[in-house]
């Protein structure tokens, strides 16, 4: 009863070990991620949002398509559906704004992954000291040989931490190497940017924006409305650099998650290793 007792112990403080470890690492992975995304791949991130929303106003041209712009030569055009329209373009464009950036959104995860390394990090350490402590205990007491069942839990966890580092080394460490094969040897990211590009903007898309901010004075816009068509045009621009910049720097953003995993796996699989062939070897002499 005892010696079952015993088993069920080692089973779950290297079972939490076990767990606690993996989100340690995933947390540390992330980290190394925002690292390498700060320091050497600052083009590494993605964004997400897309272009802002477009102004189209409520009055249909002759085919029946809407309007994109309005005019003001002699007066201004824009009559009351349209100016309904600008207010739900409003609203919309808040709602885009709303949205995490790819630097917001790289931030939070950066808060993320330090919370659960805070959390983890401690009950990893509590669990792997105590079953340490209770293997040392039991070895002690029952030379030349622990008991039986500890040792094989023991060796299990060992085994399997080995195990999941290595396959994350190798998975890791060859999209790696083929990424910087070819991206450097075979010049196959810069033979392909051209194709991945997208496409020039449709003018459709700020006709609208600019041809009211145009008719700003005539129209007679209020000094927040012609503040919001500003900041569109500005973060408009942004957003089409940032989608004309991704398919260039897609190796970066592949780099810089291959490379943690890289970084992180060598020394879990070190370090457990080590553990296992020294034990294997003391209880073979």
Not at 41 to 60: H, I, K
Not at 115 to 132: E, G, N
Not at 156 to 174: E, P, R, W
Not at 189 to 208: F, K, M, V, Y
Request: glycine fraction near 4%.
């Amino acid at each position: 009863m005892a010696d079952q007792s015993s088993s069920i112990r080692h089973l779950y403080f290297y079972l939490v070990s076990f767990i606690a470890l993996g989100f340690v690492v995933g947390a540390s992975v992330y980290i190394l991620n925002y690292v390498g995304k700060v320091s050497v791949f600052p083009d590494a991130d993605v964004a997400y949002r897309g272009t802002p929303p477009g102004l189209f106003f409520a009055t249909l041209k002759n085919d029946g398509a809407p309007t994109t712009e309005v005019t003001c030569v002699e007066s201004c055009t824009l009559t009351t559906a349209d100016r309904a329209s600008i207010q739900d373009w409003k609203s919309a464009y808040a709602s885009w704004q709303e949205q995490p950036s790819a630097r917001t959104s790289r931030n939070r995860g950066l808060v993320n992954a330090l919370s659960f390394l805070i959390v983890a990090l401690p009950v990893f350490w509590f669990h792997f000291r105590t079953a340490q402590r209770d293997f040392h205990a039991e070895s002690a007491v029952s030379q030349p040989d622990p008991k039986r069942a500890g040792r094989t839990i023991r060796s299990f966890y060992f085994y399997l931490v080995s195990l999941a580092a290595i396959v994350m080394f190798i998975i890791s460490a060859g999209v790696t190497v083929n990424t910087s094969l070819k991206t450097w040897l075979l010049n196959e990211e810069a033979s392909t940017t051209e194709a991945a590009r997208p496409t020039p903007s449709d003018s459709s898309e700020t006709l609208g924006v600019t041809s009211l901010l145009g008719c700003a004075e005539k129209c007679e816009l209020d000094a927040d409305l012609t503040g919001q068509l500003t900041q569109w045009q500005a973060d408009y621009d942004q957003a089409r650099a940032e989608m004309v910049s991704q398919p260039e720097s897609s190796w970066q953003r592949t780099l810089a998650t291959s490379l943690p995993f890289l970084l992180a796996s060598i020394p879990l699989f070190w370090l457990h290793w080590r553990v296992i062939q020294r034990e294997r070897k003391s209880t073979v002499a």
